[in-house]
């Protein structure tokens, strides 16, 4: 057997856990150590665990380094950083900053002779895959994302900083009449009111003004204003109970029409019970493909629509021409 | 804008036709000519039909040309021929010879400086990424393919080969039970009986021992013994009226565990009004693939897996990078 591709993980929160959990699932992927910020005794790894100034030392004992900072506060700055040190991969998320942050990777990366993969994950990742391979095979389709049911993080922290809650939590739900529509080849301009639904839990402060919240929530612009939400409070046990999970999914759906006028439609679906231990094994497949891609010689940014899907496979190219296609 | 791609078809049945109509919906591809064994006055393109004997008189006209013979029939002789002289894509779907045809279409493509892309389409093909994609992620999962509702061509031509069968069509249609079950977490082992069910439409020649057929398609070893099979007798007019389309369809599913112990679920999902037009427009985006890695040097056989989902897309690396990652 071959040596086992090196592993690092930068940053140790849910995703960082969930990638370690996904190597410990890959016989060719090996954990070398946990780098982060906080004091290393309070990391519990199965790995070594290493401040981040120390990382210069391991520049010849990782392959690839998985980034698992948050896209708004570390990785601005720790993609650049590690991209001139290892090859990288991570899962930066903010859209409309992604063609800038792309640049930034590729001048890292391309000065220190090594390949990152940025913006990977479920989506942006496999949907952005699904978006690109539809449209292609069917350039007179629409293509819609629908995102749910799930948790949004950003929606519940949104919730969470109001005045009187104390916890909160928010799911995104598709409109089940909308996804019905869509799946019977009907291919409707949308509102996002008609796309999703949210749903909120809120445990309140005692004593808390609960008509405040619920409106300051359902008005709140950019994040409930253009949408119908539906707002319950609960108790603190309900919510240890029944709402510290972390499930989401979605699907890509594209209805076109080939030139006979025939409808054509291709989904892709996810169901995911945990979030970040299904991200985490995104980024580990993709840290397969980026070490493989670099000894052949490529280096700077890429994303998953440069990697061909069967560098994400442990087996070889003749083993899946045989078993898999 | 750039000069388009230029398409040959070899061999215009149903699977040429479609590959023609979806070239007329892609402005970055166009059709110089049609390849055939048949006088050519016989072909309704609008494209120039040239007998195949004079193919090589395009060799520098043609960027890719598009194989669309049969794959028992066709493909073994014409690929080999083809691959030497031109980039090519092809369909070649008898899963078991595909590693025997890889190697006779590599030495020959290589032979001529080549590059063809072997056995595309939806599955050989869409469906090969998705489990590729799937099993890539979740190493500890369990990945099932279904097939319908749909026309099986294979099918259909075994029952017409029956004495005293007119004309037959025969559906695979997946078993709803076991697909509820799958798609609801569960990851059974399955007999072909409990994956799929047949439904044959057969119109009977006058006075046919219509008992006798439906003993032979149902006891029909490799085609009809091991799964459930409902014949229905019809007439002509019915047959006509209701049951010459080529609708087809079906999807890949996995469902795997994650190191926390949740249960993770991803599903490619394909509903085609019209098989043929479906699976040309696949080629079609496959061709761009083709020129493109051609162009950047790569000779030989690949296959889907080998190649970068943005290089099926007409859209450049940074456009799609800022309009569908």
């Not at 896209?71 to 990288?88: C, H, I, K, V």
């Not at 991570?90 to 002779?113: N, Q, T, V, W």
């Not at 996002?192 to 619920?214: L, M, Q, S």
């Not at 029409?257 to 094994?281: D, H, I, V, W």
């Amino acid at each position: 057997m071959r040596e086992p591709i090196r592993i690092g993980i930068a940053g140790y929160g849910n995703l960082g856990r969930g990638v370690e959990k996904a190597v410990a699932q890959c016989p060719d992927l090996e954990l070398t150590a946990v780098f982060t910020r906080r004091p290393p005794d309070q990391i519990q790894s199965r790995a070594q665990v290493v401040p981040v100034e120390k990382s210069k030392d391991y520049r010849d004992k990782i392959d690839v380094m998985i980034l698992c900072g948050s896209s708004s506060n570390d990785l601005p700055e720790q993609g650049p950083f590690f991209a001139a040190q290892f090859n990288t991969v991570d899962s930066f998320d903010l859209h409309a900053r992604i063609p800038e942050y792309f640049e930034e990777i590729d001048a890292a990366a391309r000065d220190g002779g090594n390949l990152s993969l940025i913006s990977t994950g479920w989506d942006p990742g496999l949907f952005s895959l699904a978006r690109v391979l539809f449209s292609s095979i069917l350039p007179t389709g629409k293509t819609y994302t629908f995102w749910g049911e799930g948790v949004s993080q950003g929606h519940s922290v949104a919730v969470r900083r109001l005045p009187g809650v104390k916890q909160a939590v928010q799911y995104t739900v598709p409109v089940p009449e909308t996804v019905e529509k869509i799946r019977q080849g009907e291919t409707p301009v949308l509102t996002p009111r008609e796309e999703h639904f949210r749903i909120c839990y809120v445990v309140p402060e005692p004593g808390a003004d609960r008509d405040a919240i619920e409106k300051a929530i359902k008005t709140m612009p950019g994040y409930f204003a253009d949408y119908d939400t539906t707002v319950h409070f609960i108790t603190e046990e309900e919510f240890a109970a029944n709402h510290t999970g972390m499930p989401h999914g979605g699907f890509v759906i594209t209805t076109g029409t080939t030139g006979g006028g025939y409808r054509q439609q291709a989904e892709f679906r996810l169901k995911l019970e945990n979030n970040p231990e299904f991200t985490g094994s995104v980024l580990a497949a993709c840290a397969r493909a980026v070490y493989r891609l670099h000894r052949e010689g490529k280096t700077g940014a890429c994303t998953v629509l440069d990697i061909p899907i069967g560098y994400l496979s442990p087996e070889s190219p003749a083993e899946l021409r045989k078993k898999m296609l």
